[in-house]
């Protein structure tokens, strides 16, 4: 099995990628059979929309698989677990899966706590990336640059997020329903002054 970028990927030009620099917490690479996208540091609604862009972009594309890489993340907010299952949602959909690659215990206790690892497997056995990840990591690169989202997009993609989390259960629904409101009052304040 080969191992690098797709050279034929339509919808996303490799080229655009840059070698991986420490002013960007995420990395990412296209492999033979998924998508691999690494966080460094704390997984927040600063990195979330960067997540979102470069898995949306991917499943787009007709990836099946995204893995996400939590070894360097030194926790998540609410808004980067809603992103990622967001994420496994879209991604099951269509027949798909989000794996999540070496937590840590912290990190997994968060995705069980709120019931997401009902949503993605975490570090499955049989994931063909297994045995592999120094070799894949020594891979990835930056995405492209997109712009820093505004106030109002930073405020729907922090809607949507804990949307996500909120249809994920019961429970996460009553713990977020103010977050929704609030937002939700928030943008439709915004829409109205337009």
Same mark, same amino acid.
């Given at each position: ?38 966080? $460094?540091?704390? @997984? ?13 972009? *991917?499943?787009?594309? &007709? =990836? ?47 995705? $069980?706590?709120? @019931? ?13 990336? *297994?045995?592999?990840? &120094? =070799? ?47 937002? $939700? ?10």
């Amino acid at each position: 099995m080969e191992v690098g970028f797709y050279s034929d990927v339509s919808s996303l030009d490799v080229d655009a990628l840059s070698p991986v620099t420490s002013e960007c917490p995420i990395s990412v690479g296209i492999f033979d059979g998924f998508t691999w996208i690494r966080c $460094e540091g704390k @997984g927040s609604f600063m990195t979330s929309p960067l997540v979102k862009g470069f898995g949306d972009e *991917r499943i787009l594309a &007709g =990836e099946n698989c995204v893995v996400v890489d939590l070894a360097a993340c030194s926790g998540m907010d609410s808004t980067f677990m809603g992103t990622l299952a967001g994420l496994a949602n879209r991604l099951g959909a269509r027949g798909g899966k989000l794996q999540i690659a070496e937590p840590g215990e912290r990190n997994r206790h968060s995705l $069980e706590d709120l @019931g997401l690892d009902f949503l993605m497997e975490i570090e499955p056995e049989d994931a063909e990336w *297994r045995g592999r990840i &120094g =070799e894949l990591r020594r891979q990835l690169r930056n995405p492209r640059e997109v712009p820093k989202p505004g106030h109002t997009q930073r405020a729907h993609h922090v809607l949507e997020a804990h949307q996500e989390l909120s249809a994920a259960n019961d429970e996460n629904a009553r713990k977020f329903a103010n977050v929704v409101t609030l937002l $939700e009052a928030e943008l439709a304040e915004k829409q109205e002054k337009r």
